[in-house]
Structure formats: C-alpha cells, structure tokens
C-alpha cells in the first residue's frame, strides 16, 4: 500500500479504534478519575503543551498522576534526573529552531515586549524556565499511589483517544514531545524523528518499555527508524507487541 493511501487508511482506523475503545474502557476511565479526585486535590485530566508531528504544539491529555504543582519542584529535583548526565543541554536560544528549519513562520507572530517572536517560540521559551532537558525521574516521589498503579497499567494515557478523535496524534507514531525536549532535537541529525505521526504508543515504546537502560540516544533512533519506515506492515508489529508490553513495569 503506497503511503498517501495507508495515511488515509491510517485516519480512518484511528477514529474507529479510538471511538471503539472508548466505548468498551469509558468505566475504566470513570473509576480512575473518581480515586485520582479521592486521593489529592488538583484537576483529574492535566493538559501538557507536545510537539507532535511536522512541529505542530497541541494539548496533550493524561490523567493527573502526581501531586499537584509538581511541575515546579522540577528545579529542585533536578539532580535526580537519569538524563542529567547526557549532552542535551544547549546555549539560550536567540532564535526559533522550527522557524529556522521550515525558513519561515512556523506559527502565528506575537507581540512580546516590542519584540515580534512566533508563538512555538515564545511557549518554548516559558517551557525553558521548568525544564533545561529530557526529564526523567526513576521511582519520582511526585507520583501519587493511585498514580502509581495508572502509569503501570498505562490507563494514565486512556484521555489520548480524545486527541486521536481530534487528529492531534495517530494511535501508532512517534511520542510527541514536551517543547523543552523537541527544541534540542531541531539538528540535522535528529529533526527526521517529526516527519511521523504523533502516537498513543510506537516503536520505542514496544522495544523498551521496561528496560532501565534505554539512553536518550536510543530513543531518537528508534523514533528516526520509525519516521522512515512507517507502513501497515510495521504498525500491525507495534499494534501487537503493545499489550504485552503493558504488562511490564516501566522503569524508562
């Protein structure tokens, strides 16, 4: 099957899997956002800015499973990072890197200060003052008990199927990712990874899920092999390797 085919194909498998599972799995979801509200206060649905594919930024859905502000105890956490040994960090930026790649406005042109910046650019520039690179904590004491047991069972990423209705992502495809963590992936090397559809799960997911010794690097080629080779074929062999790898412990 040629590939403009298949993405129609694609599109049309994704709305009738994600309307399909939502119609089998909706008292899952019931039943996880009723202890998410028992056990701490906060939102039980959180939306995080991703970067998904050709650099589109859209609200990505997950149920809440950390306590909440967790977002701004990331400075403090900082040295507990499995990343922070790796060379992601980069001088300030001075300009935007998708804006640089596409030689044009990558999306709409604020205002900011008197100083005219893309909108990708300027949310970049916020995500920066949270995060400095890829962010990973192994056993992260943010995590509440209930999220705990959600991430585990990935019924975390079920509020998704509401961005696959959307079409801000496919159910197989490349993560999207936080914009602190795409801005440094705009090389030559790596910016491959976002010429695939954004994805509930994909082929790093099914490889390493599990694993602790998954490097940065590791996650961009296998996101990279995916960009290049996305076919049915090869979506039929992630589609069927993602439940078993469900049930192992994510420890990546």
């Known amino acids: 099957m040629k590939k403009e085919t298949y993405k129609i194909f694609k599109r049309a498998f994704d709305v009738v899997a994600a309307l399909g599972t939502l119609a089998i799995i909706w008292p899952v979801m019931l039943i996880a956002a009723i202890a998410i509200k028992l056990e701490s206060k906060g939102p039980v649905v959180y939306r995080s800015k991703r970067v998904g594919q050709n650099y589109k930024i859209f609200g990505l859905l997950k149920f809440r499973t950390m306590s909440q502000n967790a977002d701004k105890q990331m400075k403090v956490m900082k040295d507990l990072n499995q990343y922070k040994n790796e060379s992601t960090a980069s001088s300030e930026l001075s300009e935007c890197p998708f804006c640089k790649m596409l030689q044009r406005p990558c999306s709409p042109i604020l205002i900011n200060d008197n100083e005219k910046i893309c909108e990708n650019f300027y949310l970049m520039k916020k995500e920066r003052e949270k995060a400095s690179a890829f962010f990973k904590i192994s056993n992260d004491p943010r995590v509440t008990r209930v999220g705990n047991f959600l991430r585990k069972t990935s019924i975390d990423e079920l509020p998704q199927l509401i961005n696959i209705l959307n079409g801000d992502m496919s159910l197989i495809g490349n993560r999207p990712l936080p914009l602190y963590e795409a801005e440094k992936l705009t090389n030559d090397h790596d910016i491959e990874r976002f010429n695939a559809p954004s994805g509930l799960t ?47 412990e994510e420890n990546v």
């Open 202 to 248: 994909g082929l790093w997911q099914v490889t390493k899920r599990g694993k602790c010794s998954v490097s940065e690097k590791e996650r961009i080629e296998l996101d990279k092999t995916y960009a290049r080779e996305w076919s049915l074929a090869m979506d039929f062999k992630i589609l069927m390797k993602t439940f078993p790898s469900l049930l192992q």
